[in-house]
């Protein structure tokens, strides 16, 4: 991870990235937890600016701070960052679910996999979790414009597969539908896709919104070969941000990715 780390902070000083809207000062991410030591790891975009600013754009300080920045660090821009500065960043990615996590949105997608028998929260059956994006951005990811989004992908997308390369992790899963698309697009993958009629979200409008499951395997990742099959489990709403995804199919989901966990790891 060191090496991807220092990829990741080199290439920082690209101004394109600056264009595509991420936090300059904010160090990257390469995880939520430790990667060395999972299994099962989820996968999203990118990471929340929440992670390192509070409601009113400041920057988190003291106890409440999630991630190293520029400042934390003592430093006036990211290609001073020396080896001890990797590994404070690194740490910090391996302490997370142990410090202040942003428990509103890892909460909810832990009893999704807690299914698979891990946790990002337990020290003994680890998960992680990773991001297509491993960079904060001032805004969401649904508030870039394509062309932006087309950006990061080209600049960074192989850090995923960096990152699962040198991993324990055997199963990968997708939160939502744009994760689900834009990993397809990465790999070249085609992920099996199947209707499950309990996932419908309802609408007033008397039109619910279908859902749909995910399943394969990648060994490559933007070029970067795995040397290994990465199980994929995916479903087309996010758990966090999908208007109306009620308990019952939070649990239905939860049933069949414990299902289908099963099946991989038996």
Not at 7 to 35: C, H, M, Q, T, Y
Not at 72 to 80: A, E, P, T, Y
């Amino acid at each position: 991870m060191h090496t991807t780390l220092k990829s990741l902070l080199e290439r920082l000083d690209n101004k394109a990235l600056s264009s595509a809207k991420v936090i300059p000062w904010s160090s990257p991410i390469p995880s939520f937890g430790d990667l060395t030591r999972s299994s099962v790891a989820t996968l999203g975009l990118n990471p929340s600016n929440r992670e390192f600013v509070d409601v009113k754009g400041k920057e988190l300080v003291g106890e409440l701070r999630r991630f190293h920045t520029l400042k934390s660090l003592g430093l006036r821009k990211w290609s001073d960052a020396n080896a001890q500065h990797r590994k404070l960043i690194i740490d910090s990615c391996q302490r997370y679910f142990h410090q202040n996590p942003y428990d509103g949105w890892f909460k909810g997608l832990d009893k999704i996999i807690s299914g698979t028998k891990a946790s990002y929260y337990d020290t003994s059956l680890k998960a992680c979790h990773l991001d297509l994006i491993p960079y904060a951005t001032a805004c969401k990811w649904t508030e870039l414009s394509p062309q932006q989004r087309s950006l990061l992908l080209s600049l960074v997308g192989d850090t995923l597969g960096l990152l699962l390369k040198d991993s324990p992790v055997r199963l990968l899963i997708l939160n939502g539908q744009t994760v689900i698309d834009n990993l397809q697009r990465i790999t070249g993958a085609n992920f099996e896709k199947d209707t499950i009629t309990n996932w419908l979200l309802p609408r007033k409008s008397g039109i619910g919104v279908k859902g749909f499951s995910y399943r394969g395997t990648i060994k490559e990742v933007a070029g970067v070969h795995l040397s290994r099959k990465v199980h994929i489990l995916g479903f087309n709403h996010n758990i966090q941000s999908s208007f109306g995804v009620t308990t019952q199919v939070k649990t239905a989901i939860r049933n069949w990715v414990s299902a289908s966990a099963e099946e991989i790891f038996s």
